[in-house]
């Protein structure tokens, strides 16, 4: 297969559980909720995919493929899983979870920084909301202090991030200084505060280089995933596109087509699949497939999302491979595009865009 | 084919109207308005798929078809199409037109009760609308004898329905107690009216152990399409995930990916494609694989949504097991599943899911 | 392939550039921007079916493509892109651009009139906006005017326009009488104002037998494509149900499912994919497939929306024979249609609608 071999920059992930899972254990991270989650597109591709990397036959029942997994242990697994998906640079997402990847693969390991876990933190330690938003000029000095921190993690990291869509939902409002009251909270959910904050993120990413991702379409049931539709950034997207930052639509399904059109108007704008891929399974061929009727080809990442399972680290990456590589031989035979641009095209999807992208 | 001869629950239909029709008559049952309906996908499909059934070749002309049809017999056609569905089960809407479907098959006949259609039958029962609302004790009277008369409907049926996409779209509020003060109206189209009952519905559901069926995405022209997304559903679906209701989402096009979505996202949440399918096909391979790109496969059902035409009943099921057949057979021929597990997901969607989910 | 020397009528285009481009001017024409536009699927569609027009070879490298252009000269590229479309009537939407067809190719042009052109230009010959809008008599004036100079266009024209999707979006007001105050703006961007005018288009359409054509879907960074959704129009869809005029949805993507059951639940309304094929390239059997799930086979018509580069309408052409070819290759082989059916329905899409549609 054409894609076979070639090297991955996986623009956005997370670290994997560094303990042994149970079946609940399992399935919760694999789906929503303990159970039956290996009935579903998933399951079908953990069973037939990672089998194999366990020394286990393709399809093998879900408690055999735990067995085997818990025989194992989670660092062999994690081990094998990780370094079989020829991904060369991580790029984590540190807000959520451990970051072991680097450890675990030998690879290189760089830094996405969330905007929401940073603000969070400064908040935190700042004293009892309640007291804090209460008072003026504590409240400036917070602001301050969030810009601060964020400058300050920002210097080592590849990239910015903001999980807005689950917060206030992508329609946040455009505001240039931070509000004179709002509600106290740990967390932040006040639209006025998080559009703000994504302010002070686009404008320190066109500062420094970094592009700014932003969670777009499916995630887990905290969302409501209307409020995901990355056409609900067009505003946004208007009043960065000549500041110099990059924009980096995450996830989008079900919205791919919408988020494509974006990366088609706007040219600072790139978008990948990220968690799609490992959940549609083999659908991925047709999910890129209508991806790529607009997206152009410059503006298409790869990331696998991979979170807590290096199942999913893995399956990204495979599927990314089968996928589009089905999708590229039946293009050739079609006479759709030559080898040689799809050998291209390839290229830059692995991984050529995002060392654009990012710089490095 | 993988899926002959399975037997199906159809978890969702109707009645067929017991009278001859003439070609104006058919059209504008087989789609919107009277002339023009087989120059349409579902048109083919019963030029394909339903002359056999009528002892005709294929893609007869649509004049040869009526011809033969009132040759046989609106009660000849009926039970010729409805016993070639492989049908055992019927769950009928009786809201809406005549249920025969247990004298023309002789398989099994279960009620659906339309939450709209008991209260606005106690409310017309109640005297004038006008006079009704203008009286706020009269109007609690009338609140308790809805209440009542879903229960004692319930008590035989095996599920519930609201087609509250059709009055006031699925954003309707949450509300727990009846409103006190709405317009009259024989037709329920006020939205906190309509709020209450189906959370009236959704209670009654999780008492008695009956599913709440939603009209969700397209139906007929009274419809407006974009208050028919199932995703205006979110905050419904929290309220009740922890409830022991069951919602089915139905029909879902061209919202089954967002549908999909729902499913994954609360475990308490179906789906089907319903109406879809004679509509789309030969689509229906298509529909079905962007459906299973997400949904866990214990969350889809089958149904046909079958109304006035037997043929509606008919292609249903045919193009259901045609285009899962089509799908099973190249995931299997590319590996993805195997012929053992694909055999257990068509009893699954077939009729293994709706056993478990109307815990019949 | 079954869709090869069928004449077309592109209801919808406009003309090309008079002038020889360089590189940055023919990508600026072809995607958003002077860079890169190449790399997509358009591009991959020029380099593969344009190419040969030209004498060279399929999959040429852009810079090669661009001399021989350039070598050729506008006109002679022009005129052999052109007719190799096989269209023999264009009807031209004049609000945009210079009109060339005729000279070009010898075919038939009709004119489309552009309601929003029309009016700027009656307002912008009546003295300053801000003089204008100050003075209602004025205004009144100016009202009538614009009535007055639609009618005295549509006279001569096949149908009518409007771009409302890119000017406060589709979910304009349905008013019956002018506003009585109004923003002063050359550009008509008022809703109130936009939502009179499409409603004196829809009236003159509907006296003179003119199709009154609506931007939907996706086009330039312009637009927000939310705001351009088709289901936004149900209202005014509902409004001119019964009026005997006929609306035609242009382009649609990525909202051609909904658009579709549009088509379904209205007998008066029509749609194309229009700019949606060139863009898609190889992607349009697919689209096709997606938009014939449900709409009737008399509401599908061709348009290419050529704007510009001849390069657009040739791709708008044989992309849709490619495409449209394909398909039902593929539905014949599958024994969905008979060849004889399949022979009217690719008449009916690339003629006949329209034909009966635009009453020529």
């Known amino acids: 297969m054409l894609t076979d071999g070639v090297p991955l920059t ?22 929503e909720g303990p159970r039956g989650s290996f009935d579903s597109s998933v399951g079908l591709a953990v069973r037939r995919w990672c089998a194999p990397i366990l020394d286990l036959p393709p399809h093998v029942a879900p408690d055999e493929y735990l067995t085997r997994r818990a025989e194992l242990g989670w660092r062999e697994v994690s081990a094998r899983l990780l370094r079989a998906t020829g991904t060369t640079r991580w790029f984590v ?6 970051d072991n990847l680097a450890e675990l693969t030998g690879g290189t390991v760089r830094e996405i920084v969330r905007l929401e876990h940073v603000a969070e933190r400064v908040i935190a330690e700042s004293g009892t909301p309640a007291t804090l938003f209460d008072d003026i000029d504590a409240l400036t000095t917070v602001f301050d202090q969030i810009e601060a921190a964020l400058r300050d993690r920002a210097r080592y990291a590849v990239g910015l991030k903001t999980i807005v869509a689950y917060r206030c939902g992508l329609d946040f409002p455009l505001v240039d200084a931070p509000p004179a ?43 409501r995933l209307q409020r995901a539709d990355p056409l609900l950034l067009t505003d946004f997207l208007r009043a960065t596109a000549q500041t110099g930052l990059t924009v980096m639509l995450l996830h989008c399904w079900p919205f791919h087509r919408k988020a494509a059109y974006l990366t088609h108007a706007f040219p600072h704008v790139r978008m990948d699949l990220g968690l799609t891929i490992p959940y549609v399974g083999h659908r991925t061929s047709a999910v890129l497939a209508e991806t790529l009727e607009l997206v152009p080809f410059r503006s298409l990442l790869y990331s696998s999302d991979g979170y807590g399972l290096p199942e ?17 031989d039946e293009w050739i035979a079609e006479d759709v595009i030559t080898g040689a641009d799809a050998e291209q095209l390839i290229t830059a999807l692995a991984n050529g865009n995002a060392e654009r992208a990012y710089q490095i």
């Open 181 to 223: 009251a709002v509600l106290p909270s740990r967390r932040l959910t006040d639209k006025h505060l998080l559009g703000w904050l994504v302010g002070v993120g686009a404008r320190i990413g066109a500062e420094l280089g970094l592009p700014l991702q932003v969670h777009t379409g499916f995630g887990d049931a905290d969302l």
């Open 93 to 98: 997402d540190s807000g959520y979870g451990t």
């Open 312 to 328: 999913l680290h893995y399956l990204g990456a495979r599927l990314w491979r089968n996928g589009l590589g089905k999708l590229l």
């Open 10 to 31: 996986d623009h956005h992930c997370h670290g994997v559980v560094a303990a042994d899972l149970d079946r609940p254990g399992f399935e919760e991270l694999l789906g």
